[in-house]
């Protein structure tokens, strides 16, 4: 048993047998975590037999650390994700308006995952309520640390939040009512200028062909424009391995030279509307954190639902993979639920660690499963002919298709 590292040029080194933490995960987290486990496991034995294997090491989060140690998200879990570099999580609880913060958006912060990524692709036979699903395949690269999302607000009737609007009437002539709550949306230069330089890199890796900036600058010109602005200059670092639709039109008639990837922007509203009507133009999405929630999810609606929407929060020295949907508690135990989110983003996970062989089987296998017909409930009632299967029968029969 070895540990993954990160050298110092920022590569990883993976052992053949590296330990990787795992977080069950709150409400159906335990289902669909055995599920995926048990698909990753039997996929990297099925791509190398006894030449690689992961060892898993529970960290534990959430309910499950509350009721053991009183801590929602102990010091060891955070010792434990921190030294081992790479691990994967269920879905785990965030009240709503009381209670503990989301522990998902402080693990994003605490170990600065700045870029959510998400990617979002049709597979064949699932349920879409668009005509041509097949057209969706893009990858949305979400900044994960600022934007409304920093968690910096004040509640209403506060003597704090009577302090702020009392300054930002005073010092500011902002008017705002003295019985507001207000939270502050922060956008920095460092953190949209990496967010797009991933963006971009994964593009020239993957040979894709576009990455357009999603923001909604017209109106937020400092922050969200800021965003789109900050982009830019990222993109320019790159030279001729890109272009800008501007220099397109002017040099080329509108048509990018194969080679180089094309830099883009939209307003985020239109963009809902481009990805529904035009969802072939679009490749890479880059954007500001609640821009890209709404566009990933709104996407994955098209091909299936979050059921079958994996992601994953990358740093510079850390990475989580996870189920993009929530705990949905009451389903818990009832072995019910569908594990493909978390299912595909172990994929995406051994794809990062470069395990590129297992990943590519998980892909195909769950892909041949529900050509198949054989779906979990969420699946099988819009399926016609379908045969529903239990969420350990699907994470069965995915593995006996690698």
Known sequence: MDRI????????????????????????????????????????????????????LEALAGEKAFERSGQWLPEETLEILRRHVVAIKGPLTTPIGEGIRSLNVALR?????????????????????????????????????????????????????????????????????????????????KGSKRLVRRAIRYALEKGRKSVTLVHKGNIMKFTEGGFRNWG????????????????????????APDERVLIKDRIADAMFQQILLRPAEYDILATPNLNGDY???????????????????????????????????????????????????????????????????????????????RVTYDLARQVEGAKELSCSGFGRAVAENL
């Open 5 to 56: 590292t990160i050298s110092a040029d920022g590569s990883l080194k993976v052992p053949d047998n590296p330990v990787i933490p795992y977080i069950e995960g709150d409400g159906v987290g335990p289902d669909i975590w055995a599920a995926a486990r048990f698909v990753i496991d039997a996929a990297v034995t099925k791509a190398y037999g006894r030449q690689r294997r992961i060892d898993w």
């Open 109 to 189: 912060q605490i170990f600065d995952l700045y870029a959510c990524i998400r990617p979002v692709k049709y597979i064949p036979g699932v349920p879409s309520p668009v005509k041509a699903p097949e057209k969706v395949d893009m990858v949305v690269f979400r900044e994960n640390t600022e934007d409304v999302y920093a968690g910096i607000e004040w509640a209403a009737g506060e003597d704090n939040t009577r302090k702020l609007i009392s300054f930002l009437s005073s010092e500011m002539d902002v008017r705002i009512s003295e019985n507001a709550a207000v939270g502050l949306k922060i956008a920095t230069e």
């Open 232 to 255: 830019y200059e990222a993109a320019a670092e790159f030279g001729d391995t890109v272009i800008t639709e501007t220099e397109c039109t002017e040099k080329y008639g509108g048509l």
């Open 295 to 373: 566009l990933s999810d709104a996407l994955a609606a098209q091909v299936g639902g979050l059921g079958l929407a994996p992601g994953a929060n990358i740093g510079d020295d850390c990475a989580i993979f996870e189920a993009t949907h929530g705990t949905a508690p009451k389903y818990a135990g009832q072995d019910k639920v569908n594990p493909g989110s978390l299912i595909l983003s172990g994929a995406l996970m051994l794809e990062y660690i470069g395990w590129d062989e297992a990943a590519g089987q998980i892909r195909s296998a769950l892909a041949k499963t529900i050509a198949e017909g």
